[in-house]
Every structure is written in C-alpha cells, then in structure tokens.
C-alpha cells in the first residue's frame, strides 16, 4: 500500500527552497547539487499532484499552493527539529543556551553573529528557537529571548533594552541601475513589496515623510518579512526593511538603500532573560550588550560624518 506521507527528505528540500526562493541558494545551505534540489522538488510536486514553484528565470517563486504548504510544514520540520535537540544530550563539555528569536531576527541578524558568539565562548552551544508567537516559559523553554517593544513580556523576566532601529527603503542594486528613485514621486514607477505581518508599513512611510499617493505600478505580498526582504535581493521591487536585519545585505551589494536620509523609526529591540538565568545565558545577554554597544558607536559615527559633509 503506498504511502500518505510525503518523502521528508524533499519536504526538508522543499521547505529550504521556500525559505531561500532559490534553488541555487537551497542546493548551497543544503550542500547538495542545483540538479538535486530540482529532482526533489519535482518528486513532491508529482506526489502532491500541485506546482509548488512558478519557475523564471533566473528566479523562483512559490505558487499559492507552495505558500499554503510552507506554511504548514516548516513549523512542521522546526518542531521535530526541537524534539531532537530536546532528546540529544548535549557535546561533552558544553552547555546549551536556547534563544528563542523570531524568523527574520535570526536568519538576518543573529545567525550571521553566531559565529562570532561561538568563537567568544567555545563551550557555549547555542540553540536558536524561532517563533513569530511572543515567547511563553511554559510552552518553548528558552533561557534568552528577543522581541520588539515592552508589552507581552512575562513579569518573571528580566527585560533589557537591545537595538534601537529604522526603517530604510531597499532594492536590488540592478533594480536601481534599470529604473532609478531619486524622489518621492518616482515611488510610484516601483513595485511594492510587504508582509501580511506588516501590512501598514508603506502607509505609515508614506505618512510619516509626505509621499504623494498615486496608481502604483505594483505589489507583491508575502507572508513574512524575510520573504520580502529576499524578493528584494532578488530585484523584484522595493522593500521597506529595518536597519537591524540590512547589515549584511548592504555590505555585500545584495541590496542598496534609496532615499537614505528617510528613515522611519521602529520600535526598539528588548532582550529578556528566563527566571533563574543560567550563567550561560548570562553569557549570551553580555554579548547582546556588546553588539548594542556597537551599533551605538556606529551610529555616532554615521552621524558624525553626516555633519562633517
């Protein structure tokens, strides 16, 4: 009798395919083949009877039905994931931290740090818990969590400011080159993209400098923010993105921010600590406060050299 269940290996594929919207990009976190990545994909879509990705060129995108079914199995593969570290004993000599982060916070700015952490404290191991839900102690066990804003924290928990940030308009570098913002009013000629988890952001943008409203050329909605920000990268229109997750991105040339003098502020980052805080996490809340530390001094520094001009 043939299986119900969809192979897990090309679900695992599928999700990091999703997750990157590049085949090439699945194929290198994965460290397998373009051509394997493609064949996994292929024998899902054939299992499920349904396309899960609108092949482009040079680019991909999940289809409505991808969009349902990422949704549905990547907290999926993240809870077996969880399950596993739960039951694994940790390696001889270290200690677990878990930091529950949300999704986009740990694919743009804490997984590109870790490195970092782990060269700082070799016998710490690190554990990332993402959730897009407000941490709750009975439900995930975590020792250090990160969210925007005050409200929703557990009176248990020790909470300490972290990242002040803003909000920058951001595209594609070849986006920019073929059809260029120099002013609000060449906003209108772009495509728009957002979140359903921050569906007001380009009014509140708009509000907040006097942008001109007028027949947009487009937009593209996405269910999360690192989806927009990765469409971006991918030159499929404009993004408004945090400071905070853009690092990376704008040091390497993936992506190039117009109109940088407008900045839209966010609500700060906090850090909070789990009742009775391991030295371990303590660890980590040191850390914290030392990338804080930093960004301060680069502000000053970006500040400063504005003046300077």
Same mark, same amino acid.
């Given at each position: 009798?043939?299986?119900?269940? $969809?192979? =897990?290996? &090309?679900?695992?594929?599928? *999700? %990091?395919?999703? @997750?990157? +919207?590049?085949?090439?990009?699945? !194929?290198?976190?994965?460290?397998?083949?373009?051509?394997?990545?493609?064949?996994?994909?292929?024998?899902?879509?054939?299992?499920?009877?349904?396309?899960?990705?609108?092949?482009?060129?040079?680019?991909?995108?999940?289809?409505?039905?991808?969009?349902?079914?990422?949704?549905?199995?990547?907290?999926?593969?993240?809870?077996?994931?969880?399950?596993?570290?739960?039951?694994?004993?940790?390696?001889?000599?270290?200690?677990?931290?878990?930091?529950?982060?949300?999704?986009?916070?740990?694919?743009?700015?804490?997984?590109?740090?870790?490195?970092?952490?782990?060269?700082?404290?070799?016998?710490?191991?690190?554990?990332?818990?993402?959730?897009?839900?407000? $941490?709750? =102690?009975? &439900?995930?066990?975590?020792? *250090? %969590?990160?969210? @925007?804003? +005050?409200?929703?924290?557990?009176? !248990?928990?020790?909470?300490?400011?972290?990242?002040?940030?803003?909000?920058?308009?951001?595209?594609?570098?070849?986006?920019?080159?073929?059809?260029?913002?120099?002013?609000?009013?060449?906003?209108?000629?772009?495509?728009?993209?957002?979140?359903?988890?921050?569906?007001?952001?380009?009014?509140?943008?708009?509000?907040?400098?006097?942008?001109?409203?007028?027949?947009?050329?487009?937009?593209?909605?996405?269910?999360?923010?690192?989806?927009?920000?990765?469409?971006?990268?991918?030159?499929?229109?404009?993004?408004?993105?945090?400071?905070?997750?853009?690092?990376?991105?704008?040091?390497?040339?993936?992506?190039?921010?117009?109109?940088?003098?407008?900045?839209?502020? =966010?609500?700060?980052?906090?850090?909070?600590? %789990?009742?009775?805080?391991?030295?371990?996490?303590?660890?980590? !809340?040191?850390?914290?406060?030392?990338?804080?530390?930093?960004?301060?001094?680069?502000?000053?520094?970006?500040?400063?050299?504005?003046?300077?001009?």
């Amino acid at each position: 009798m043939p299986s119900s269940e $969809p192979p =897990l290996n &090309a679900v695992r594929v599928f *999700v %990091a395919a999703a @997750r990157q +919207l590049s085949f090439t990009r699945a !194929a290198a976190e994965l460290h397998v083949t373009h051509s394997a990545v493609s064949r996994q994909i292929r024998s899902l879509e054939g299992f499920l009877g349904v396309a899960l990705f609108e092949r482009r060129i040079r680019q991909v995108a999940l289809t409505a039905e991808g969009q349902q079914f990422y949704a549905e199995v990547e907290p999926a593969l993240e809870q077996i994931g969880a399950a596993a570290r739960a039951l694994s004993r940790p390696v001889a000599g270290r200690a677990a931290v878990r930091i529950n982060v949300r999704p986009s916070f740990a694919l743009r700015w804490l997984i590109p740090r870790l490195p970092d952490f782990v060269e700082r404290y070799p016998d710490i191991e690190p554990q990332v818990v993402t959730s897009t839900q407000w $941490p709750s =102690l009975e &439900a995930e066990g975590f020792d *250090v %969590a990160v969210r @925007r804003g +005050l409200e929703g924290w557990a009176q !248990a928990m020790q909470v300490h400011p972290f990242l002040d940030d803003e909000v920058l308009v951001v595209g594609a570098p070849s986006l920019f080159a073929a059809q260029p913002l120099v002013d609000l009013c060449a906003l209108a000629s772009h495509v728009l993209l957002s979140a359903k988890t921050r569906k007001a952001d380009w009014d509140d943008w708009r509000k907040c400098f006097g942008a001109p409203r007028g027949r947009q050329a487009g937009r593209l909605q996405f269910d999360h923010l690192h989806f927009v920000m990765q469409a971006a990268v991918d030159g499929l229109g404009l993004a408004l993105a945090p400071t905070s997750l853009l690092a990376h991105d704008l040091a390497s040339g993936r992506l190039q921010a117009a109109l940088p003098d407008l900045r839209m502020p =966010l609500t700060r980052y906090y850090y909070g600590l %789990a009742p009775g805080a391991t030295p371990e996490a303590r660890c980590v !809340a040191d850390w914290f406060e030392e990338m804080r530390r930093a960004q301060v001094l680069q502000t000053q520094r970006t500040a400063s050299r504005g003046r300077s001009r």
